[in-house]
């Protein structure tokens, strides 16, 4: 199947191409170099992770795809066309979460398909599985300000999953939660990206679970962010459990840590 699926994706047009981008930040109280010479292409239905230490544009590269965010030189191209904010075949799920506290784990889920004056009564029944996918079956009813930075979390995910947008941008969905439940939810994640083949680029700090969940990971260096090096991850699609305890994900996981220690600065300012 993971053959099957490498094949299609090297001779499709990528969906995010990614070429010479430069970011800085001008702000009154100085120049932050944020990304430099950036130059990456993915390919439909792969699923990409960034790794690198905090501060180095992972999150400013996400708000770039997302159209979120402007930057000064470069091509970035989304389905051949350049960013725009707003694309339902683009979606984000930000660093923290935003969701309205007056309105229920559900109102929040669907929130979108109301905006967009979707047919609600169909995304509600799908929002409610989706509610239980991510674990928050009993939090339906509770409101946005009832719930702990993890459940918020989930439900910012939820509501990415019933857009089900043909791209999907997520940063760091997981950082907030419990060890249990964020290996159960990667897990279902990956399950979900075997099954509907979506493209996913994804942020995290965890080097395992950007292993685990994808098929190549981008080692970021500090200051400005720039591409170490991109790691291929041939591992059998399912993922499971077990996945992590071989020896081919143990030496994957073994070489990006060291990429990224042999470029350790200290602890970020
Ligand atoms: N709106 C902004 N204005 C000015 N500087 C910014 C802004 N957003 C980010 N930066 C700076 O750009 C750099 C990259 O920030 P970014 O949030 O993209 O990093 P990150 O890799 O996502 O970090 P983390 O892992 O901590 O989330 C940092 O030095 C940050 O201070
Ligand atoms: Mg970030």
């Given amino acids: 199947m993971h053959t099957a699926h490498s094949q299609a994706t090297s001779t499709a047009l990528p969906v995010v191409s990614i070429s010479e981008l430069n970011k800085s930040y001008f702000t009154r109280r ?10 990456i292409s993915i390919h439909p239905g792969e699923f990409v992770s960034f790794v690198g230490p905090s501060g ?3 999150s400013t590269l996400l708000k770039i795809i997302a159209g979120l965010e402007d930057y000064q030189s470069g091509k970035v191209e989304v389905f051949g066309d350049p960013p725009k904010p707003g694309r339902r075949d683009v979606g984000i799920m930000l660093q923290s979460p935003v969701l309205l506290p007056w309105r229920t784990v559900l109102s929040n889920v669907v929130l979108p398909v109301e905006i967009m004056r979707g047919d609600l009564r169909a995304a509600k029944e799908r929002a409610r ?5 991510v674990g ?11 719930l702990s930075g993890g459940m918020q979390q989930r439900v910012s995910l939820a509501r990415l999953l019933l857009l089900d947008p043909d791209i999907m941008l997520l940063d760091e969905p997981f950082s907030a939660l419990d060890e249990f439940n964020r290996e159960k939810l990667t ?4 399950s979900l990206h075997t099954r509907f083949q979506r493209t996913a680029v994804y942020v995290t700090h965890s080097i395992a ?7 190549r990971v981008v080692v970021l ?9 991109v790691v291929a ?24 840590r060291a990429m990224l220690f042999s470029h350790d600065e200290g602890i970020a300012q």
């Fill in 30 to 39: 100085g120049d932050v170099e944020a990304l430099r010479s950036i130059e």
């Fill in 56 to 58: 180095c544009g992972k």
């Fill in 129 to 133: 599985e989706i509610i239980d996918l």
């Fill in 136 to 146: 928050l079956s009993k939090f339906t009813d509770k409101y946005g300000w009832e």
């Fill in 187 to 190: 897990l279902e994640l990956s």
């Fill in 209 to 215: 679970e950007a292993v685990l969940l994808s098929d």
């Fill in 221 to 229: 260096k500090p200051h400005p962010g720039e591409v170490l090096e």
């Fill in 233 to 256: 991850i041939d591992l059998p699609r399912p993922r499971t459990a077990e996945t992590l305890q071989s020896v081919e994900a143990f030496e994957l996981v073994r070489r990006i």
